[in-house]
């Protein structure tokens, strides 16, 4: 499900989607739709977007079903963040045999194994010949087989844990990008006094371009359009 909130600072509207949804900050994702820095004749406000994860394919599958206790979700999500790229536990292998299977079917074989585990969060790796093109244009391919993953993973009762699926480095790779574009348009727009709208982004990608430009006092950001992949529009203060 999905919700909006606003708040002077992006702690603040985090704070009362946290105290309005009843929900740890740790429950849900949150996508930064635009930001407004406090000014002499206007107040700054932060408009956010929570994701949770009680989606209605998510919810038809009770953790009784798939055979997960609560003290054995509390187990897990208490793990090491880094190390045994192996499964551990039967979520686990479950989810790196569907991924492998998949890129299988797909005609890319490759091996997956466990990059991270995180509170709430687990990593998957692929290590194929064919990572140029399980990435895809803009890393699309990737995101949709993340996607995928992570409605699996519902199926299987754990919508508590979101799946973070990478090869070749390529999320690390992409958000250095980002940054390093967020920085150059900022400079292009403080320069020509106007607006640049960016490429279609999947959320997180957006996310990281606000936040880059979050500090920079005379350039503001907005997300625009319907749809997973929104454009991101780079202003200068007072352009609107």
Same mark, same amino acid.
């Given at each position: 499900?999905?919700?909006?909130?606003?708040?002077?600072?992006?702690?603040?509207?985090?704070?009362?989607?946290?105290?309005?949804?009843?929900?740890?900050?740790?429950?849900?994702?949150?996508?930064?739709?635009?930001?407004?820095?406090?000014?002499?004749?206007?107040?700054?406000?932060?408009?956010?977007?929570?994701?949770?994860?009680?989606?209605?394919?998510?919810?038809?599958?009770?953790?009784?079903?798939?055979?997960?206790?609560?003290?054995?979700?509390?187990?897990?999500?208490?793990?090491?963040?880094?190390?045994?790229?192996?499964?551990?536990?039967?979520?686990?292998?479950?989810?790196?045999?569907?991924?492998?299977?998949?890129?299988?079917? /797909?005609?890319?074989?490759?091996?997956?194994?466990?990059?991270?585990?995180?509170?709430?969060?687990?990593?998957?790796?692929?290590?194929?010949?064919?990572?140029?093109?399980?990435?895809?244009?803009?890393?699309?391919?990737?995101?949709?087989?993340?996607?995928?993953?992570?409605?699996?993973?519902?199926?299987?009762?754990?919508?508590?844990?979101?799946?973070?699926?990478?090869?070749?480095?390529?999320?690390?790779?992409?958000?250095?990008?980002?940054?390093?574009?967020?920085?150059?348009?900022?400079?292009?727009?403080?320069?020509?006094?106007?607006?640049?709208?960016?490429?279609? /982004?999947?959320?997180?990608?957006?996310?990281?371009?606000?936040?880059?430009?979050?500090?920079?006092?005379?350039?503001?950001?907005?997300?625009?359009?319907?749809?997973?992949?929104?454009?991101?529009?780079?202003?200068?203060?007072?352009?609107?």
């Amino acid at each position: 499900m999905e919700f909006e909130f606003e708040g002077r600072t992006e702690k603040e509207a985090i704070d009362r989607a946290a105290e309005e949804l009843g929900l740890d900050k740790d429950d849900f994702d949150v996508e930064i739709l635009e930001t407004q820095k406090h000014g002499l004749f206007k107040k700054g406000y932060v408009r956010i977007k929570v994701h949770t994860g009680n989606t209605a394919g998510n919810s038809a599958v009770s953790y009784e079903k798939s055979g997960s206790s609560d003290n054995q979700r509390e187990n897990y999500i208490g793990k090491a963040v880094f190390g045994q790229p192996e499964p551990q536990d039967d979520f686990e292998d479950q989810m790196t045999k569907f991924a492998a299977g998949v890129i299988e079917r /797909m005609g890319y074989p490759g091996k997956v194994t466990i990059l991270f585990r995180e509170k709430h969060k687990l990593g998957l790796k692929i290590e194929s010949a064919h990572s140029s093109i399980l990435i895809g244009k803009k890393g699309k391919n990737l995101d949709a087989l993340q996607l995928l993953l992570n409605i699996y993973a519902g199926r299987l009762g754990r919508d508590d844990v979101r799946i973070i699926l990478d090869t070749e480095n390529y999320r690390i790779r992409r958000e250095e990008s980002l940054v390093r574009l967020a920085y150059n348009v900022a400079e292009k727009v403080r320069e020509s006094r106007s607006s640049i709208l960016l490429e279609p /982004m999947n959320p997180f990608d957006r996310w990281l371009i606000h936040t880059t430009l979050n500090d920079i006092s005379d350039v503001e950001t907005k997300s625009e359009g319907d749809g997973l992949y929104k454009q991101v529009r780079v202003f200068y203060r007072g352009y609107r």
